[in-house]
């Protein structure tokens, strides 16, 4: 393909009426928010630990967390229990600086808690309680187009498709941003745990990586929903779908960004991790900040990379975010 159809980031975002200007949220999230339970002894199981720390959670909430760090203007579409954890949710989110405007309280479904292991390396174990909660009470009434047509960004993530009717929230907030050419972006965040099943997950997944601009997964998730381990034919299978852009986390490997016209492989920082459970979404909230800026796809992975890393070298996922101050001292850091 010749450099004159080469697509890049920049072009198609600021070819839209949102990446031109804005007079709401620069990013909107959708989904799951909990209360995260992290154990306060490393390594060792569940029924071995003796205490727990208090965080909020959720795929949605740590992306316009880390973004509200960086100076973004986010808000956040979620349901909370009516009672002490949800408070303590809405208002980690209004210290933040975070619109809430659209957050409910729901006074039927306590909210959820989402108990989980501690691990410097690989993965963490966790245990779901209250689910069905609150956010999988999302209705259609819940989503607001004017709120949504306002924003650049709709960040949403797989779980809210697990189950009604918060799945049918999720598709009328897609929906209404793809009418009003609102950026979708989507992580496949994949809980086998929250599915009636594996059929009913991919069926689902594929209709909703058709609404999705900008898509984010582990290669195992990719390989799961894409139909093929190999991952690049899996992140060639979702640009198929309509995405314009696929990002595969491997960890500590780096990541590789795929469009129609190339495909770039980014490093990872090398620095010594704590805990790396808020590793993935905070990569997803560094590299959404990228077309804000207008930056290229390189340069977007690499600070996406920048924020990871500098969020599994300290504890918990949305508290552990850092400011814009403290990802550009750690990239000049490298640059020496």
Same mark, same amino acid.
């Given at each position: ?11 198609? *975002? ?23 339970? *992290? ?9 071995? $630990? ?29 349901? $909370? ?42 993965? *963490? ?60 972006? *989507? ?150």
């Amino acid at each position: 393909m010749s450099s004159a159809h080469r697509w890049t980031i920049r072009q198609w *975002f600021l070819s839209t009426p949102r990446g031109k200007r804005s007079n709401g949220m620069d990013v909107i999230g959708l989904g799951r928010f909990v209360v995260d339970m *992290f154990a306060g002894e490393w390594d060792r199981p569940i029924r071995e $630990v003796d205490s727990f720390l208090k965080y909020p959670g959720g795929a949605p909430a740590n992306v316009v967390v880390a973004l509200a760090r960086l100076g973004v203007r986010t808000g956040l579409i979620s349901r $909370v229990g009516n009672d002490e954890f949800g408070i303590y949710l809405v208002d980690f989110l209004r210290k933040e600086g975070i619109d809430t405007t659209h957050v409910g309280f729901d006074s039927e479904r306590r909210t959820s808690l989402s108990f989980c292991g501690t691990a410097r390396f690989g993965d *963490f174990p966790f245990f779901q309680y209250g689910e069905p909660g609150p956010n999988l009470r999302l209705r259609p009434a819940d989503i607001s187009e004017g709120y949504i047509k306002k924003a650049r960004i709709l960040f949403t993530s797989g779980t809210i498709f697990s189950a009604s009717p918060s799945r049918e929230a999720g598709l009328t907030a897609l929906s209404c941003a793809r009418k009003n050419q609102v950026i979708t972006a *989507f992580d496949i965040n994949y809980r086998e745990g929250f599915w009636e099943s594996r059929d009913v997950a991919r069926v689902h997944y594929k209709l909703i990586l058709g609404l999705s601009d900008v898509v984010f997964g582990t290669n195992a998730e990719l390989g799961y929903v894409g139909g093929n381990e190999d991952v690049d034919r899996a992140a060639a299978g979702i640009l198929e779908l309509g995405a314009k852009m696929v990002c595969v986390k491997f960890g500590e490997r780096g990541s590789r960004i795929f469009t129609q016209s190339e495909t770039i492989d980014i490093p990872a920082f090398q620095v010594e991790p704590f805990d790396c459970s808020g590793a993935g979404d905070s990569y997803n909230a560094g590299f959404l900040y990228g077309p804000l800026k207008g930056w290229n796809l390189r340069r977007c992975g690499e600070f996406a990379s920048a924020v990871s890393a500098i969020v599994v070298t300290r504890r918990g996922a949305s508290v552990a975010t850092p400011t814009l101050a403290e990802v550009e001292a750690f990239l000049n850091s490298y640059r020496r």
